[in-house]
C-alpha cells in the first residue's frame, strides 16, 4: 500500500515538473522570439539641432561613412534619415520589404556603438526602388505602343500562388517575333538596368523587373553584343551616364576618361588592331570604345516590370522586352515572361519555361540578325 502511495506522489510530481518546466520554456521562447523580432534601442542620445544644423549634404550622399566622430556621425545619419520619405501603401512598390527610416537610424546608432560607421546590415530599411530611366534618341516615335498592358489577371479563387504562376505562365508569358531583319550592323540600349545590389536581389519589392535584370547582363554588354565568341554586332551603343561608373569598361580603351566624358553615347565596335597585346590569346580582345553625339544603329531594345506590387504578394514578378525601329517605333518583337521566389533571392527565381531564361541578347539576336552571325 505504501509503495503505490509513494509512486502515485513520484508520478504527480513529474507531471508537475513536466508542467513548469514547459511553461518556462515557453516563456523563454517567447523572450528569445521578442528579442529577435524587437532590436535593441541604442543607448546613444539623439542629436541636438545645432548637432544637425552642421551636417553638410555631401556627407549624407556618402552614407556619413566619411571619417565623422560618434557625435556627427550620429547627427548625419539623422538628418539622412529626416530626408528619407514617409512609406505610402500606395506606392508599396516603391519601398523595400523593410523600409523603415526609424529603424535605420537605431540600426546606425548600433553600428556606432561598436564603434562602426554604418555597415549594410542596415540598409535594408532605407531600401527604396532605384529608378531605370530610357533614352529615346527620337522622342518623335513616342509612346511606343506595346503589344499588352502592365496589369496581369488577378489570381483565379482557388489557386496557390505556385499554380497561379504556371496560371500565368499559361496564358500571360509568351514571345512573338513579328518581323526579322538581315544583316544588322549594330544595336542601341534603351533602358539600362543598373546593377542591382544584393539587398536588392533579396527584397519583394524594388526590383522593377526581376526577370529583364537577372537576363540582361548589364554590366559588359559589349561582350555579348559585339566580342566574340558571343557578340554577332559589329557595334553596340549605349548612353553615356549607364556605363560612366562602370569598373569593368576601364580596359577597353585607356585613352578615354569614361567617368567624365561629356558625350550622349558610348559606341562600342570591334577593331582587330585596339588590344595589341591580347593577339596571342585563343580568344583576343578586339573591342574598342569610342565617345558619339549620333547614333550609328537604326534598331533599340528596352524592356519595363509588368503586374506591380499585387503580383509580388504571391512571390511573383513579371516583366518584359521588345526590339524596335528606332526611326518609325515600329515594335519588331515583344516577350513577355514571370518569376517565381519564395525566399526571395531573384538571381535563382523559378522560370516560366528553360526557353525563358535565354538572355536578353539571344532574344535580339533572332529578330535583328548580326553582320557577324555564322551563315
Known amino acids: 500500500m505504501k509503495t503505490s502511495i509513494q509512486k502515485t506522489e513520484r508520478v504527480a510530481a513529474l507531471k508537475l515538473n513536466k508542467t513548469v518546466y514547459g511553461a518556462?520554456?515557453?516563456?523563454?521562447?517567447?523572450?528569445?522570439?521578442?528579442?529577435?523580432?524587437?532590436p535593441r534601442a541604442s543607448s546613444i542620445r539623439a542629436a541636438t539641432p545645432a548637432e544637425m544644423a552642421i551636417v553638410q549634404q555631401e556627407w549624407i550622399d556618402k552614407k556619413c561613412n566619411v571619417g565623422l566622430g560618434e557625435v556627427k556621425f550620429i547627427a548625419c545619419a539623422t538628418v539622412a534619415a529626416n530626408q528619407m520619405p514617409a512609406f505610402d501603401i500606395n506606392k508599396r512598390e516603391q519601398f523595400g520589404d523593410r523600409y523603415n527610416p526609424k529603424e535605420w537610424l537605431e540600426c546606425m546608432k548600433r553600428s556606432a556603438e561598436r564603434g562602426g560607421r554604418g555597415d549594410g546590415v542596415c540598409d535594408p530599411y532605407k531600401l527604396r526602388r532605384q529608378t531605370d530611366p530610357e533614352y529615346w534618341p527620337n522622342p518623335e516615335i513616342l509612346p511606343v505602343k506595346w503589344p499588352k498592358a502592365t496589369e496581369v489577371p488577378k489570381k483565379p479563387d482557388g489557386l496557390s500562388d505556385l499554380e497561379y504562376f504556371h496560371w500565368l505562365c499559361k496564358h500571360e508569358a509568351g514571345e512573338v517575333i513579328y518581323k526579322t531583319v538581315d544583316k544588322v550592323e549594330g544595336v542601341y540600349e534603351i533602358r539600362p538596368i543598373h546593377e542591382p545590389s544584393d539587398q536588392e536581389y533579396e527584397d519583394k519589392y524594388v526590383l522593377e523587373d526581376p526577370y529583364s535584370t537577372t537576363r540582361g547582363m548589364s554590366t559588359v554588354l559589349w561582350k555579348v553584343y559585339v566580342q566574340p565568341k558571343l557578340g554577332k554586332y559589329q557595334f553596340?551603343?549605349?548612353?553615356?551616364?549607364?556605363?560612366?561608373?562602370?569598373?569593368?569598361?576601364?580596359?577597353?580603351?585607356?585613352?578615354?576618361?569614361?567617368?567624365?566624358?561629356?558625350?550622349?553615347?558610348?559606341?562600342?565596335?570591334?577593331?582587330?588592331?585596339?588590344?595589341?597585346?591580347?593577339?596571342?590569346?585563343?580568344?583576343?580582345?578586339?573591342?574598342?570604345?569610342?565617345?558619339?553625339?549620333?547614333?550609328?544603329?537604326?534598331?533599340?531594345?528596352?524592356?519595363?516590370?509588368?503586374?506591380?506590387?499585387?503580383?509580388?504578394?504571391?512571390?511573383?514578378?513579371?516583366?518584359?522586352q521588345i526590339v524596335l525601329d528606332l526611326q518609325t517605333g515600329e515594335v519588331l518583337a515583344w516577350r513577355r515572361s514571370f518569376v517565381r521566389s519564395t525566399k526571395i533571392w531573384w538571381m535563382t527565381a523559378m522560370h516560366c519555361s528553360q526557353e525563358m531564361t535565354n538572355p536578353t541578347d539571344m532574344f535580339v539576336k533572332r529578330v535583328l540578325k548580326p553582320i557577324h552571325a555564322p551563315k
Open 24 to 38: 518556462s520554456l515557453m516563456v523563454a521562447l517567447s523572450l528569445l522570439s521578442a528579442c529577435q523580432s524587437a
Open 236 to 320: 553596340l551603343e549605349m548612353v553615356t551616364p549607364s556605363i560612366s561608373q562602370s569598373i569593368f569598361v576601364s580596359g577597353i580603351n585607356k585613352n578615354l576618361d569614361f567617368r567624365n566624358l561629356k558625350s550622349k553615347y558610348v559606341r562600342f565596335f570591334r577593331d582587330e588592331n585596339s588590344h595589341p597585346e591580347d593577339r596571342g590569346a585563343m580568344e583576343p580582345n578586339i573591342v574598342n570604345a569610342e565617345p558619339a553625339e549620333q547614333l550609328q544603329a537604326r534598331y533599340g531594345f528596352t524592356w519595363r516590370g509588368v503586374g506591380g506590387s499585387k503580383l509580388r504578394e504571391h512571390g511573383i514578378s513579371g516583366g518584359e
